[in-house]
């Protein structure tokens, strides 16, 4: 089954603590990105690759890293985690970046940063 | 990068039909149209896409004005199930000499309410 897979689902954590959220797909695309979204806020992009080693920022790219060592998998890592990055999180990934492709969300990461 | 606007809620009875509004008055050529949908404690899922043209899918209808400055997505007979949060967004191509243009602004969306 295609899919975009993120873990943990949950994630309770303390200020300062480096964590890394997971996202792999099974469907050999090209493009992937991580959003957050906030009550109120919407879904708001945080980086994106366009294919292995091209990463690039988002709208909310501060205090988050991406790396995109592999095709499938491109995790969303928080050196320092502090309460404001209290949100919930998705993955997606698309064939390619052009405009006509259709995105493949993840089930979401609830992370919560005390 | 151009943005949508769309109303913050709307209402439905359940077998009629409803449409969805988007507003994107900045869109660019090569911009496509994207609808897609959030159901509560889920990831937003594509619901349907296009450039100028009408598109019709299994899931929905979307209406693109002529000048491409509005939008409109139509579920043709609303359930339940349809309860959610839909987001229009414009999705640009690479900018493959100056980088960029792959950045997707989602909003807020509209929450749309089913009764019976």
Request: net charge neutral; proline share 5%.
């Given at each position: 089954e295609a899919q975009v897979t993120q873990n943990p689902r949950y994630l309770i954590t303390v200020t300062g603590k480096k964590l890394t959220v997971t996202c792999s797909q099974n469907m050999n695309h090209e493009y992937m990105s991580w959003y957050r979204q906030d009550p109120g806020l919407g879904l708001r992009q945080i980086y994106y690759s366009m294919n292995v080693e091209v990463t690039d920022k988002g709208d909310v790219p501060e205090g988050y890293k991406v790396s995109r060592k592999e095709k499938r998998n491109f995790p969303l890592i928080l050196e320092s985690p502090s309460p404001n990055q209290t949100s919930l999180y998705f993955c997606a990934s698309s064939g390619?970046?052009?405009?006509n492709e259709k995105l493949f969300f993840g089930s979401g990461t609830q992370l919560s940063v005390l | 990068d151009a943005k949508t606007t769309q109303p913050n809620s709307m209402e439905s009875n359940e077998e009629e039909p409803v449409h969805l509004p988007c507003n994107h008055?900045?869109?660019?050529?090569?911009d496509y149209i994207h609808w897609y949908r959030q159901l509560p404690s889920q990831g937003p899922e594509y619901v349907i896409h296009g450039l100028t043209s009408n598109v019709n899918n299994r899931m929905a209808s979307l209406a693109i004005a002529e000048d491409r400055k509005s939008s409109t997505l139509i579920l043709h007979r609303a359930t339940l199930r349809d309860a959610a949060v839909y987001y229009c967004i414009l999705r640009a191509s690479p900018?493959?000499?100056?980088?960029?243009?792959?950045k997707l602004t989602f909003g807020t969306g509209t929450q749309l309410k089913v009764e019976l």
């Amino acid at each position: 089954e295609a899919q975009v897979t993120q873990n943990p689902r949950y994630l309770i954590t303390v200020t300062g603590k480096k964590l890394t959220v997971t996202c792999s797909q099974n469907m050999n695309h090209e493009y992937m990105s991580w959003y957050r979204q906030d009550p109120g806020l919407g879904l708001r992009q945080i980086y994106y690759s366009m294919n292995v080693e091209v990463t690039d920022k988002g709208d909310v790219p501060e205090g988050y890293k991406v790396s995109r060592k592999e095709k499938r998998n491109f995790p969303l890592i928080l050196e320092s985690p502090s309460p404001n990055q209290t949100s919930l999180y998705f993955c997606a990934s698309s064939g390619t970046g052009y405009s006509n492709e259709k995105l493949f969300f993840g089930s979401g990461t609830q992370l919560s940063v005390l | 990068d151009a943005k949508t606007t769309q109303p913050n809620s709307m209402e439905s009875n359940e077998e009629e039909p409803v449409h969805l509004p988007c507003n994107h008055s900045t869109i660019s050529g090569t911009d496509y149209i994207h609808w897609y949908r959030q159901l509560p404690s889920q990831g937003p899922e594509y619901v349907i896409h296009g450039l100028t043209s009408n598109v019709n899918n299994r899931m929905a209808s979307l209406a693109i004005a002529e000048d491409r400055k509005s939008s409109t997505l139509i579920l043709h007979r609303a359930t339940l199930r349809d309860a959610a949060v839909y987001y229009c967004i414009l999705r640009a191509s690479p900018r493959i000499l100056t980088g960029g243009g792959n950045k997707l602004t989602f909003g807020t969306g509209t929450q749309l309410k089913v009764e019976l």
